[in-house]
């Protein structure tokens, strides 16, 4: 029986004057035979996008429906709003990690959670930002507490929060990008 093994790029997209308005920390999740880094039958290339549903990212509304938006789709629209896209990885990351990023997609789908930018008196069960959206997993009893923290530095501090779950002491794994299809957009990598 083949070895599965998993994925992870985490993702930021910010203008080069970095607004919050502007940003947004993302990430996508894939599940690879071993050896021949191709998907698992059936499986796709999970993600977090934990946007507006509007796409309009209003710094001091109360919280509204949110949307956890596909990979592609998300990089359009950042693309669109004329941001750098910047990425961590792929590294390999416990199955762990994994489940916990599917049962979290599960949830925000559900519409049980709604996005709020400010998301300190919500957070993780009512509503959350794009960061939180992603990190608030319940792999630990604390939560990644990024300030005001935005865009690249806060995708930076979601890749160190999620570190002991992230196999080859971080070694980024370039033989499966092609599992995201990312060819088609310009993202410059970054190291963790």
């Not at 990212?57 to 359009?76: A, C, H, R, V, Y």
């Not at 792929?90 to 979290?104: A, F, G, N, T, W």
């Not at 519409?111 to 998301?119: A, C, L, M, P």
Request: hydrophobic share 40%.
């Amino acid at each position: 029986m083949a070895r599965v093994d998993f994925f992870m790029v985490v993702f930021a997209s910010q203008r080069n004057v970095n607004w919050p308005r502007f940003s947004h920390t993302f990430g996508a999740f894939a599940a690879a035979v071993n050896g021949t880094k191709s998907l698992i039958d059936g499986a796709e290339v999970i993600g977090i996008s934990w946007l507006p549903k509007t796409l309009d990212i209003q710094l001091n509304s109360p919280p509204e429906p949110g949307n956890n938006f596909g990979l592609t789709d998300t990089l359009d629209w950042a693309e669109n709003l004329g941001a750098r896209i910047s990425a961590w990885g792929p590294y390999q990351i416990k199955k762990e990690l994994y489940d916990k990023v599917c049962r979290r997609v599960t949830n925000l789908k559900s519409g049980s959670i709604q996005y709020v930018v400010r998301d300190g008196p919500y957070r993780p069960d009512r509503a959350t930002n794009c960061i939180h959206g992603l990190s608030d997993l319940g792999l630990t009893a604390r939560l990644l507490q990024t300030g005001a923290a935005h865009g690249e530095r806060a995708s930076a501090m979601v890749v160190r929060y999620f570190r002991p779950w992230i196999l080859d002491a971080g070694e980024s794994h370039s033989e499966v990008v092609d599992l995201f299809h990312l060819k088609d957009y310009r993202i410059v990598v970054r190291n963790s």
